[in-house]
C-alpha cells in the first residue's frame, strides 16, 4: 500500500499547455510538499500546506498552483508550460510542518517539448 | 553560500569499503538531519534520522551530527553494490512549526564497484 502516490508518473507535452499532477498520502500526515528536482538532482522546496492551508510559497512563478481539496491530497497545476518547467516533481508529507521526516512520491517525470 | 553544501561525487568504492559522505550547512537553526537514499528515477527514501547532535547507528548506517561545526555525517559500513545511488542530506529548523521545511544538499553519487 503506497504511502505517497502522485500521479502520472510520466508526462510529456507541448509548450503553452496546461497539465496537472496529482498526490494523496495515506498516512494521516498533516503537512504536504511540492519538489521540484532539477537536472542535476538538486531538490527544491516550491510550497507547502498544512492542513489544507498554504504556508510555504517559495518564489515560483504564478503559472504553477497548488490546491488542496483535503489534508490528504496536494494537486499542482500548471499553465501555460514552457521547456524551463521540465523537471521532475515530488511530492512528499510529514506529520508535521518541517517534521522529523518526510515521505517522497515516486516522482512525475514531466518533459516539455 | 548554499544552505546546505555537498560533495557531488561521483563516488566510487570498491566493494566492502568504508564510505563517508558528509554535508555542511550554515543555519544554526537546523535540528533535524535526515539522510536519503535516492535510486535512479525514484524518489528520496529516508534512511536516516538524527535529532541535535550525536550518533545514530543502523545496521550498516551510521549517522552523525556536529552541530559546534555545523556538519553532518553518514557512513557506510561493508558497502554493497546495491548501494550505489544518489545520496541527499537533508535537515529542517524546527518540527512542529509552521513555515519550516526540508532543505536538501545537492545529493552525492555513489557507486559501489564489485
Known amino acids: 500500500d503506497t504511502a505517497v502516490s502522485q500521479t502520472p508518473k510520466y508526462l510529456v507535452t507541448q509548450m503553452g499547455n496546461d497539465k496537472s499532477i496529482k498526490c494523496e498520502q495515506n498516512?494521516?500526515?498533516?503537512?504536504m510538499y511540492w519538489y521540484k528536482q532539477d537536472s542535476k538532482k538538486f531538490l527544491k522546496i516550491m510550497f507547502s500546506?498544512?492542513?489544507?492551508?498554504?504556508?510555504i510559497n517559495e518564489t515560483v512563478p504564478n503559472r504553477f498552483s497548488p490546491k488542496s481539496p483535503d489534508k490528504a491530497h496536494l494537486n499542482l497545476h500548471i499553465n501555460s508550460l514552457e521547456l524551463g518547467d521540465s523537471a521532475v516533481y515530488f511530492c512528499a508529507s510529514s506529520q508535521v510542518a518541517g517534521g522529523t521526516e518526510a515521505f517522497f512520491g515516486q516522482g512525475t517525470r514531466l518533459t516539455v517539448v | 553560500q548554499k544552505e546546505v553544501e555537498q560533495d557531488p561525487g561521483p563516488l566510487s568504492v570498491p566493494e566492502g569499503a568504508i564510505v563517508s559522505l558528509n554535508c555542511t550547512y550554515s543555519n544554526s537553526a537546523f535540528q533535524y538531519f535526515m539522510w536519503y537514499r535516492q535510486y535512479s528515477r525514484k524518489g528520496p527514501e529516508l534512511l536516516m534520522y538524527?535529532?541535535?547532535?550525536g550518533n545514530k547507528e543502523d545496521g550498516r548506517f551510521t549517522a552523525q551530527v556536529d552541530k559546534s561545526s555545523k556538519y553532518i555525517s553518514l557512513f557506510i559500513r561493508d558497502s554493497q553494490p546495491s548501494d550505489s545511488a544518489t545520496y541527499l542530506c537533508a535537515m529542517s529548523a524546527s518540527g512542529g512549526n509552521y513555515g519550516q521545511n526540508f532543505v536538501f544538499g545537492p545529493g552525492t553519487r555513489l557507486s559501489v564497484l564489485p
Open positions: 500546506y498544512n492542513n489544507k492551508e498554504l504556508i
Open positions: 498516512l494521516g500526515h498533516d503537512t
Open positions: 538524527t535529532y541535535s547532535s
